[in-house]
């Protein structure tokens, strides 16, 4: 299994897809997932239930994908490693390849802006300033769970096929 991890904007789902694709591999998102297990979108859960039980729903989901021994290419949400242990599950786990998407905060900023309205984290923000100032404590904060990761890749100046490229030739 390959799980990619990463902050909202990385290319988690754009990348994960792609390299599903030629891998022959299914593709998964843990953010998809929880909303099929949930009946509800995440802002709906988080409003309705909060976000201390949406983090315990989405480790529960995380490690019935870890336990599912198939073949297959999972995109985390952006908090994902950083709460209930999982980057640690992550990371004991069999046969699982963890890979950071590492991307520079300028680029962040200029791929979030335009889709900040369906991004609940960052619908409220007014300008690319606190956009930028958002990310970078969140970034922070994160940093040590994702360079936790086996690899990194910086996906700042790559496309998406380039990245799919360098992980199927780090990993294969």
């Known amino acids: ?27 998964h998102d843990l953010d998809t997932l ?5 009946g509800q979108t995440i802002p709906e859960f988080f ?26 290419v999972l995109a985390l949400g952006g908090g994902t490693p950083c709460y209930a242990g999982n980057m640690d599950k992550l990371l004991v786990a069999a046969d699982v390849h963890t890979i950071y998407l590492k991307t520079h905060l300028d680029t962040l900023v200029s791929r979030l802006w335009p889709e900040r309205a369906q991004r609940p ?17 969140h970034l922070f904060d994160r940093s040590p769970y994702y360079m936790q990761a086996e690899h990194r890749i910086d996906t700042s100046e790559q496309s998406a096929k380039e990245v799919v490229k360098t992980i199927v030739a780090q990993l294969f």
């Not at 904007?9 to 994960?16: A, C, E, V, Y």
């Not at 984290?121 to 404590?137: G, M, P, S, T, Y």
């Open 47 to 72: 409003k309705e239930k909060g976000e201390i039980k949406f983090r315990i729903l989405e480790s529960q989901v995380l490690e019935e994908q870890l336990s599912a021994p198939e073949k297959k």
């Open 34 to 38: 929880i909303e099929e297990k949930s």
């Open 1 to 27: 299994m390959i799980v990619l991890l990463g902050y909202m904007g990385s290319g988690k789902s754009l990348i994960g897809k792609k390299l599903a694709e030629v891998l022959n591999w299914p593709y």
């Open 121 to 137: 984290l960052i619908a409220h923000l007014e300008n690319q300033e606190d956009l930028k100032d958002f990310v970078r404590k």
